[in-house]
């Protein structure tokens, strides 16, 4: 055979094998960019949750379930059957969520949330000052969406199993309930929080004793978890941090916080 | 009857055939047309070059063709059979022109979807990937051809080298295949930066960085790619309008004008051996035998075509390639190991040397001796004087292409013989070795230092991309909730009571236990192990921690906790990763 005649054989034979792959992968297609699609949303969750993780968890909890005082839940059953009816809202949850975000609150719907309702949930979206990309925007709300099933008690939710501290001793409990208790969302801890509305805590036991004359250290934070409008730092207002700790806290777990910020010297 | 005859007016006949002629005169009809659209191959013609056969008229036909087809005529008639050797060309040249065509086709496609504006970018991307019919078998042709015609180019460069075909009357086609070496690579790079991911929005920002070093108007330059002081609207679309429209016109340009010269100008160089060697006349004779480009070398070039779709569409049906897309640009973060495209690593590593730092280090364990017979205590600064990145990243690797550029005519020799060339052989092949231990230099992995602890966790699951953490399957984390501590849980297996089907269409393949979760769990171990016991981790604490944190998406947390070698205060590192299960789907 002479190598053209090879050439005009092999080059026919290549044509229609690579019609054959076109034609294969043509037909496999349709289920691939389904496929992607499911898979884009899952990612989509994956980076939703990382960006919650980064912004939200300070007022909405670690996992979304909300802090007492601060910040509603946004996986508990009204939030995914009631909560747009009762904001007269026409389009989707997901819509919704995407919607708050982005543009924050300028008045709290529910004063019964932080210090009568101001500040209220803050603006998210580049587009007015906000520090997140519209993307992620969607993804955090795709990432709540995806709480679903454990709100309607679909499926059963897991206990998480959170930061790792040492249970058994004062200052580990008080520093897994200064998470839980939502401390974090205001007071800067070297470590755990870098939030700003409050005054930061780190070093707090070295001045704590001399702040108010003939109080220990210890009476001081003690009393201003239960009563924080008995002494304000100066440069702070009033009224902000939440005036109902010694209810939702036992005692118990209030002197567990105490020994806590006791223990952060530095 | 009026009607036909008027058409045959319009065709030049003015009456019709007598009975019993008209087959032949149909046929004189449809040859005329198909004389007409070959430009100049009549029907006996085309059989007779089907079939292999002699020219059927003289003048040869054949050759009419390429005189008056615009097309055709920027083909060679003809080349001396010895130029057409496999092993003198390896179709190199010929196969970057193949890339180019299949980057406009693809590219042109791509084009339909694309969005070049931040905000939309990387979802217009997503788009083609997810909702365009053969989307993603475009965006893999395109970006496949795209490195192909780099290195394929980089390969002809060095093929043009060694044959010693730059000499005489082609430096100049030399020169012209340079400068579409460098637009080959700026075509390459400018489309780096359009997926608007981590990836392509680093590697285009640590670029375009480089020209700011440079005096007077390195700032301004810098300004002008980038279109703002960082990359954003201004420089994506100019990124992208270089990307589609200058650049591509002036690899036509220059394509034509390098092809041009190869092919009616100079022809492919005959191989060193045929041209300088005195060869017996018959196979002298032999050598310069034409082949033709019709039929020979265009049904040689068809056969090519067919072997490059398929051999790319094999690469891309067993997913031996695949464009990557990481995550969103992210102007805030930057990638703890971010790496240009291979192309440019040897680039990457020439920034990495430091002339000044070089200099003090050879210099100054001379001078200061000598210096201080004479009673001065001196040390040389140079690095206040050379700045690394503006010597390394704007003189050296223009310079090197200049060289490049003049090398015909730096290279006297008149000889194509690799016999009577042995240094510039010897220097070719130093070239390739320089270039590939720059191109190591390169690499993230070479002269960065990153904390132990970081770097552990970051191989486990690197930023971008997916490493072994990732890559455990959903099935294994949603049993395998729980704390893993280093030095407590090693060696066993971490989920004894777990069986799964890795494959729903397989129920007979079982999978006992957790093997990839524990594989990344043992290797945590090891790894920081040895950093504890080399001293870089002291009083180590590290566990990875699995929970459930959604339906359908778990959360695994590596954590470590140590103290600092020098001050002994307490660090922690830790990572979180959100798996979804529809993370992995189908072939991705």
Redesign the interface.
Known sequence: M?R??L??V???I??L??AA??I???IR?P???A?????????Q???G??VF?NNCTECHGS?GQGITGIAPSLRDEHFFTERLDEIGWGSTLEDYIVSVVTTGRQVSTRPQYVGGGTPAMPTWSERFGGPL????IRAVAA?IM?????ALGQ?PT?V??GP?VDESTPEGRGQALFTQAGCVACHTIQ?ISTATVGPALDGLANRAGSIVSGMSAEEYIHESIVDPNAHIVSGYSPDVMPQNFAEILTEEQINDLVAFLMDRTQ | MTFINNILKRLNYTQLPPRGEWKAFIFKLIDERVRIITAGLNLRELRAIMRGDPPTEKPNPRYKVITTSFVAHLRPRYYPQAATWFTHTFRLGFFVTFFFVVEVITGIVLMAYYVPYPDQAYGSVLAIESNVFFGELMRDIHRLGAEAMVAFSWLHLLRTYFTGSYKGPRSFTWLTGVILLAITAWLSFTGYLLPWDQLSYWAVTVGTSITESGPIVGPTLNLVMRGAPDIGAGGLLRFYLQHVILFPLLAILFISIHYYKVSREHSISLPAVVEELELPPDKKKEYNRRIDLIPDLLSHEIFLIALGTFVMLVILYFRLFHSPLETHANPQNTPLDTKAPWYFWWLQGILKIDPANILENLLNPILQPLLGLFGIEFTLELSKLLDSKFIMGLIVPPVLVVILAFLPYIDKNPSRLSSKRPFAIAWGISWIFIMLALSYMGLPEYGIETPAATRVIQDLAPEEGEGPLREIPYAELEHAHGVYTVGEDYGRDLCPGLAYQPDHDKPDEVVIGCPHLTAVFNQFSERLRVAEEDGRLPDLVARIVVEQFQPGMVRVTPQVEWSDPETGEAKAYEHTYFLHENRVLGSH
């Open positions: 002479k053209v005649q050439e005009i092999l080059g026919t290549f044509v094998l690579s792959i076109v294969i992968l043509g297609e289920q691939r960019l496929d992607y699609v499911l898979q884009q949303r899952g990612r969750i994956e980076f949750a990382a993780q996992q990309r519209d993307d992620q990432f995806n709480f679903e099933q454990y499926l897991p998480p199993i790792i470590g």
